[in-house]
């Protein structure tokens, strides 16, 4: 599966069904799904994972598991999304096999040049902006490092943190591959809405 | 991997209820496997996956020499990256016959707590059963109150597969929970309370063995 230019990533927010936000997300149109919930049981992150399989199928999206391996092998996802402290990204590369996709999360070119080296296939960059989505340390990274880091890195890069639907044509053009977002689309009164805005703001600016 | 003979004393951890986790837990799994074969199941959930990666690397290297099993609670995938022996599931998982297709070689276990979850747990093809809690630990309560030794003989009798009894287990209760057809015995609170760790283990193995 490819990772195809402007995609939107919808990473599962905690309080709500993420089965739910993946359905909505998708028929607003994000064509990856990344499951993430760090207080779930095994159980329940499998039971999720194997519907939002199911759903990603038929809206031809890729589905990813955030730092469950594990949750990602049995389930059959289509890859796995690890942290700076989740596994180490080679060992994993060497679980999945070659097909699977893993994403790294980095902060920096440094850190995305790492993950390239341990066989990853798109990095998620951030935070970008502001975000109070995850509890994020640090100053936000800006788009400058969005084009510093596309233009050395040989897989795509999708942007994370903090993107609305005002900054995400700035992100795209600034060369991000796509975008992740997790409280613009889950807090959105109207989630689908939410994601079709978002995409319909990258795609203005590649035209 | 072929499958060892299992020992019949397996250890629980649970570091996040000790004050000195980092230090204790590893101190405690080398005395063990020092002494006699034991299954360490790390079962530490408020870890990031690469300290759980990290220490699991570390207790293989402590138990290096001796014919003790190291598992993991839950993280095949840790188990897989780490190479240890086997992972450990809650009652509630994703079926033992689909994590088999994943990890065909790999020693699985599974939490069960009637009767009715120990079959199925054979049945998706479970290696073993911990089963309880047998007695009474403050620990346990929330799974409700204790299953008694019939239930364990019960279950005992109605698989194949090897029955480890949970739950306020004492080597001086062992040799009870043998009688009633475990094959062997889990605990995690004795390990930590006991004056003399030494002491404490020879008594198991001495019920173990009879």
Redesign the interface.
Known sequence: MQIKRPILCYITADNLCPVEQSEKALEGGARMIQLRNKGASGSDLYDWAVRIRKLCRIHEAIFIVNDRLDVALTANADGVHLGQRDLPAHLARTLLGKEKILGISVSSLAEAEIAVRAGCDYVGLGHIYPTFSKQKTGRPLGTACITEVSQNLSVPVIAIGGITASNAGDVIRAGATGIAVISTVAEAPDPRKATSDLIQNMRSCLQ | MTKRTLPRLYMVSNSLERPYPAKELPELVRQLTAQLPVIVQLREKHL????L?ELTLYLQSLMHDSDSLLFLN?????T??AGADGTH??E???PIE??RT?APGMLLGKSTHSLQSALSAEEEGADYLIFGPIFDTPLKRRYGSPMGLEKLEKVSRNVSIPVFAIGGITPENTRQCMDHGAYGIAALSIFHVTTNLAVTLENFKNALDQ
């Not at chain 2, 990031?48 to 300290?51: L, V």
């Not at chain 2, 839950?74 to 840790?78: A, F, P, Q």
Request: net charge positive; aromatic share 10%.
């Open positions: 990031d996956a690469r300290t990666y839950e993280r095949l995938d840790i897989l990256a599931f809650p509630k998982s994703c689909k994590i994943v």
